[in-house]
């Protein structure tokens, strides 16, 4: 397979790099892709040297598959001249994920669902990928009536300005903001910008992208997203009202036997997930499970997951592997 990695040089492609190496993904050539200012640029992948290429180059090349994550810009205009030139393109960004004739795909929940003509297929929203891990078996069972969802978001997704912002202020020196306020010691409870509705664009995301990959609109959600000094993974305390009661045994049996979902849960020894142990995993780790009494069919939850990975790179590389695996490409 010819694979192109548009965004190659940034934190999410320089993961996805790394997972299609550990995959042994079948890679004939590979094109590291990056802006102009990056072209030339060598790196090396499974113990061979690489030049970095710019996008026009790369569109010539036909790649049988492009792997974006380059920011919503470049995706808009140069996702559609991969598509035409025959390239079926995965995207990690915004860009292309409500748009109603594009899929948006986690590969455990609905990869069934492409086809052929499916040639710009997005990749949802880090913290949506790992809250549908664990909503999507319960709904099936369960159907879902309303989430309430708190998130704890790694400085990570914000990119490597947020990283070094917090060094800088833990070693207490002056440097670049990431954030209009100190992270060291501190929450945000701001991810991306602020909507008109009070909401921001990261809270909204949760919203819209849920309703989508579970294909049904009546599922109510609202969303708190904090970004918090860490850099293993996002957390998310979730409050999950069914219209049908469960019992707590089917719920555990349930999330274990979900293909991704590791249930770390056992108060007695302590054991839940943790994003400094979900770091550079793959899995979606649950734990904390246990009703909530103050209301009927209502289960509270605690889900982490390495976002760079399965919230970006891995299940980016997921849906390339499902492409191969089904003759899609
Ligand atoms: C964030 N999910 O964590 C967003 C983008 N990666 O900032």
Redesign the pocket.
Known sequence: MKIAVVGATGM?GQIMLKVLAERDFPITDLYPVASERSVGKKMEFKGKEYEVIGLQTAVALKPDIALFSAGGETSLEWAPKFAENGTTVID?S?AWRMDETKKLVIPEINASNLTKEDKIIANP????IQLLMALKPLHDKFKIKRVVVS?Y???????VK?VEQLENEFNGEKGEMAYPYPIHKNALPH??VFQDNGYTK?EM?LTNETKKILGDDSVLLSAT?I?IPVVGG?SEAVNVEFENDFDEAEIRKILSQFPGITVQDNPETNTYPMPIYAEGKDDVFVGRIRRDYSQPNTLNMWVVAD??RK??ATNTVQIAEYLIENKLV
């Open positions: 999410v990690n915004s929203n880090c913290s949506t998130t978001q790694s400085i990570t997704g914000t990119g947020a991810c991306d990261e995301k997203a970004r996002h976002n760079l919230g970006a």
